[in-house]
């Protein structure tokens, strides 16, 4: 019996196996009954169901949109996993090539935020690959994010309060960047000073560096503004 509709008969030797395939069955729950009777026509009834499911689970990739830019190494990831069937699906995050996260459960049809961190500075590729309970495996498109983290600038001299009579000073800082310095600028009392911008090759990443001004007279406020060579010119003071 298929949902309480007779199927087929047969004759069964006690204690063995027999196979019967039921075949056209569309996508859904069926319970399967079994009837035995034996030659004393007492019977016993099985039931068991079983679902049918061919459909494959559908992912769709929430946030961050395509290419979207970040300034931090951290950054929440969110998609929506959405299947005819499962309340739950099983899941893995694939980051830049790698599976980052393996066989976490996502709600069928809800929002599912996963965090990814250690990022490196540059450009990340991500999609989600969900299965059902039926195996049908899909994976969702495959979108990118990029990462600029601003140059790290360390003050080193003269120090905060320092007097001095002379009209030349040297400025020494360190500047460190993953992707390299595009350029450095000394700050005094709010304003750039663009006649002693030092660039590229001037600039020795992850190092003391130093930038001299003459024709100084008065109390100056200083600091260093350097940008980074990405596209987005990331800039730290």
């Known amino acids: 019996y298929v949902n ?15 196979n019967q395939t039921i075949s ?11 009837q035995a009777t034996d030659e004393a026509y007492n019977s016993a ?7 049918v499911d061919t459909t494959y689970p559908a992912i769709s990739l929430n946030y961050p949109e395509d290419t979207e830019n970040f300034t931090a ?3 929440d990831l969110n998609f929506t ?16 090539g790698a599976i980052n ?5 996502a709600q069928n049809t809800t929002e599912t935020k996963t965090t990814v961190s250690g990022l490196a500075e540059g450009s990340h590729q991500w999609s989600v690959t969900c299965w059902d309970n039926a195996s049908n495996t899909n994976t969702s498109e495959t979108r990118s994010f990029n990462v600029y983290i601003a140059p790290i600038v360390n003050l ?6 320092n007097v001095s009579n002379n009209p030349t000073q040297t400025f020494y800082f360190n500047v460190s960047d993953d992707t390299g310095i595009e350029n450095c600028s000394v700050i005094l009392n709010g304003e750039i000073n663009t006649s002693t911008t030092k660039t590229g090759s001037e600039i020795t990443n992850h190092a003391t560096n130093n ?4 024709g100084l007279e008065g109390n100056y406020t200083w600091s260093v503004v350097c940008y980074d060579n990405t596209s987005m010119k990331m800039r730290g003071d």
């Open 211 to 214: 930038i001299t001004i003459s």
């Open 81 to 96: 996993a959405t299947d005819n069937m499962d309340e739950y699906l099983t899941c893995n995050l694939t980051l830049d």
């Open 45 to 51: 009834n099985y039931t068991i169901t079983i679902y």
């Open 73 to 75: 190494t951290t950054v």
């Open 101 to 105: 996260r393996t066989n976490f459960q």
């Open 24 to 34: 056209s069955l569309d996508e859904g729950a069926y319970n399967i009954t079994i």
């Open 156 to 161: 080193t001299a003269p120090p905060h309060n």
């Open 4 to 18: 309480s509709t007779f199927l087929i008969s047969g004759n069964a030797t006690n204690a063995t196996t027999v």
